[in-house]
T-cell receptor, first 114, second 114 residues
Framework: AQSVTQPDIHITVSEGASLELRCNYS??????LFWYVQSPGQGLQLLLK??????LVQGIKGFEAEFKRSQSSFNLRKPSVHWSDAAEYFC????????????FGTGTRLQVTL | DSGVTQTPKHLITATGQRVTLRCSPR?????VYWYQQSLDQGLQFLIQ???????AKGNILERFSAQQFPDLHSELNLSSLELGDSALYFC?????????????FGPGTRLTVL
């Protein structure tokens, strides 16, 4: 069974500082990997995804993530955080093929101080 | 705006009651997913439909049922409600089944069971 671990429940960074949110997954092969963002009172929005190929993927809003097979990780990064990035971030894993189930991590709440 | 609509936005009801949550997918999307987000369980996949047929099932209770209609909208029925069913229920849609297809999330229905 697939699973996702986001070890940081809550992270606070200063505006303009760099950000890295951690995500580790458990799956027998290379899964599909996703990062979603949820702003207060909103649904989830896809930031980026990894299926195969280049292990560094670029997403929207200046985010990027790097897939590291050896560490079973898919960490999300942003070089300079903006106050509007304050939200909850979810890492998710899906199995390649026609099975559509996404398994989500518990989320990391990002607070940005001015 | 993801293009996925959910009604109602908020629902307050009593234990033992039955409610129906409604979801309209994005135009052109054939697959609909239901997720439950609660403080103790996190974001959990409940069930998926594709073009009217049940496609995948997750941690959905027997008291819960869903269906997708010919016009592709979906309804999630929750019966014999318990306090623990209080949660945010999300609907998502994608053009086709398979985790490789981006899922677009609606704004959610917040259910409160008193």
């Amino acid at each position: 069974a697939q699973s996702v671990t986001q070890p940081d429940i809550h992270i606070t960074v200063s505006e303009g500082a760099s950000l890295e949110l951690r995500c580790n997954y458990s799956y027998g092969a290379t899964p599909y990997l996703f990062w979603y963002v949820q702003s207060p009172g909103q649904g989830l929005q896809l930031l980026l995804k990894y299926f195969s190929g280049d292990t560094l993927v670029q997403g929207i809003k200046g985010f990027e993530a790097e897939f590291k097979r050896s560490q079973s990780s898919f960490n999300l990064r942003k070089p300079s955080v903006h106050w509007s990035d304050a939200a909850e971030y979810f890492c998710a894993v899906g199995a390649p093929g026609t099975a559509s189930k996404l398994t989500f991590g518990t989320g990391t709440r990002l607070q940005v101080t001015l | 705006d993801s293009g996925v609509t959910q009604t109602p936005k908020h629902l307050i009801t009593a234990t033992g009651q039955r409610v129906t949550l409604r979801c309209s997918p994005r135009s052109g999307d054939l697959s609909v997913y239901w997720y439950q987000q609660s403080l103790d369980q996190g974001l959990q996949f409940l069930i998926q439909y594709y073009n009217g047929e049940e496609r995948a099932k997750g941690n959905i209770l027997e008291r819960f049922s869903a269906q997708q209609f010919p016009d592709l909208h979906s309804e999630l029925n929750l019966s014999s409600l318990e306090l623990g069913d209080s949660a945010l229920y999300f609907c998502a849609s994608s053009v086709a089944p398979g985790a490789g297809n981006e899922q677009f999330f609606g704004p959610g229905t917040r259910l409160t069971v008193l």
